[in-house]
C-alpha cells in the first residue's frame, strides 16, 4: 500500500503537533491501519488525569492501542508506549 506523507496522516487523524508519527503499517490481517506514535520529549512524563509532570513509576502495560478516526473506510488505530507516571494525586497513572 503507497503510504502517504505523515503530515497528511496527521491531519486525517487528527493527531496534534505533540504526537510524533513514527510509522504507519497497514495490517492486512485486521484490516486496519496502526499508526506508531510517541510523545514529544516536552509532554512526557504527565499524569494522564490532570497533567502534572510526574516521575516516572513503570513501563504499564507496554504497547498500548487506541481506535482512532477511520480514514475513508479504513479502521484506524494509533499505538504508543504507555508508561506510568507516579502522580503526587493520583498515584500511578498511564502517562
Ligand atoms: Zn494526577
Redesign the pocket.
Known amino acids: 500500500m503507497a503510504l502517504l506523507g505523515v503530515n497528511i496522516w496527521r491531519g486525517m487523524l487528527g493527531v496534534d503537533g505533540a504526537t510524533v508519527i513514527e510509522g504507519i503499517d497497514f495490517d492486512e490481517e485486521a484490516d486496519c491501519v496502526v499508526v506508531h506514535v510517541r510523545p514529544r520529549r516536552s509532554t512526557k512524563r504527565r499524569?494522564?488525569?490532570?497533567?502534572?509532570r510526574?516521575a516516572g513509576y513503570d513501563q504499564g502495560e507496554g504497547r498500548r492501542n487506541w481506535r482512532t478516526l477511520d480514514v475513508g473506510k479504513l479502521v484506524c488505530h494509533l499505538q504508543a508506549d504507555s508508561p506510568r507516571?507516579n502522580?503526587?494525586?493520583?498515584?500511578p497513572?498511564v502517562a
Open positions: 499524569c494522564g488525569r490532570c497533567g502534572v510526574a507516571v502522580c503526587p494525586e493520583h498515584g497513572t
